[in-house]
DNA sequence: AAATAAATCGAACGTTCGTTCTAATATCGG
DNA sequence: CCGATATTAGAACGAACGTTCGATTTATTT
């Protein structure tokens, strides 16, 4: 697990130090977001947060580091959101809606974020990749329990595939969505939910 | 439309040099959808291909053109073969699943000419990308067509929509797909057929 | 107000990148 | 076998990259 400049930041106190350092973030999300992991320059993220290029190393111990923090952040910020709204539900289709809903949401509100934890999911290694990978895990594993509950028993459909499916569609959202065409979030969490409970329903 | 090199070697008659081409290409593929366009470096691409550096751009005229034409050669031949098999079938049903099972089957015969397509969508622009564009756009009305040949009617379902998720679905694929597991095609294709034939249809 | 710590800045480093150019080699028709 | 053309090899270019470092400014504490 390793330490991060991020994390150090926690046990200080100083206000001004995280607001720069979350400025620094959403900047990074938006250069990474647009010219992707590899193309974005820490110059170019250093400008777009109005602070000099060495200004990141101050606060980020390298270019790593920054995905990796963006990363964390958001599945750790999306797994608990899902979990809190998972707690108040019973029936499994509103469940089932809960997932579609809290990721679409989410995603709606946090485009950058997003789309830099989908498209440059393979561009971290070693012990950063490792450790966003277990948050993954965990809100696979939300997903797909949900999924199993609302599979018809004696039914052929793994429940991991048809969460990779459901995955899938949610994923693909940030490469065709507008928020001036699809202003309306509900259509899409209806569409998709309509398409995936009846579809994996015994006939 | 840009005059590439690549086009340029369908009037020339030299065996040797298409041959030479396409391995080539094909080390692009790999190098690319291991390390992202970005990421993948000519001097790489060349190492990968048996070929000086210099060698490269004997054969394409810049970086660009390398994505341009594995993305061109990628998506008309995927374009192809879908059309070839859709002439032959009448069913709305029987139709959904060959452009399925066209994908996917595409996708583990090609894994990396289809990941450097899917993830790399956006890394092309200017005349490049148009073109890639207008062929992917070719692609995706005739699924939409097919979709909407298997939309119930007075159905509240957007074609265009549910192509978008299925494109998702199979877009995705490349993100867990293990050969060594999953092996048996047939069973996506089957599922990803069960789950949208009848999640589209009227209750 | 002085002393200490936190935060920012600007310049510089070595490396790698995409691309170009010239010289050398291979191929092939006459 | 020669001359022209096609192909390869190697060195070099400027530009941009990630990262470092010492000096400088700002803020906090005594």
Known sequence: M?????????IRRNRQYEKRLNSILKAASTVIARDGYEGASVRRVAAKAGVGLSGIYYYFTNKDELLYAIQKNTFTTLVE?????????????????AVIENHIEFFVNNINDLKVCV????????????EVLQIRREYFRLVKD????NLSKGQKLDPA????????????IYMWYNPQINSDVTVLTDNLMTIFTKGIKAT
């Open 2 to 10: 390793p330490v991060t400049k991020t994390e150090q930041a926690n």
């Open 146 to 149: 949900v999924v199993s509950e």
């Open 119 to 130: 498209h440059e999911i393979e561009s971290l290694s070693g012990a950063y990749y490792k």
């Open 161 to 172: 595939l048809v969460s990779l499916y459901l995955f899938g569609s949610l994923n693909w």
């Open 81 to 97: 959101l899902l979990k809190e709204r998972l707690s108040q539900l019973k029936k499994p289709e509103e469940k089932l809606r």
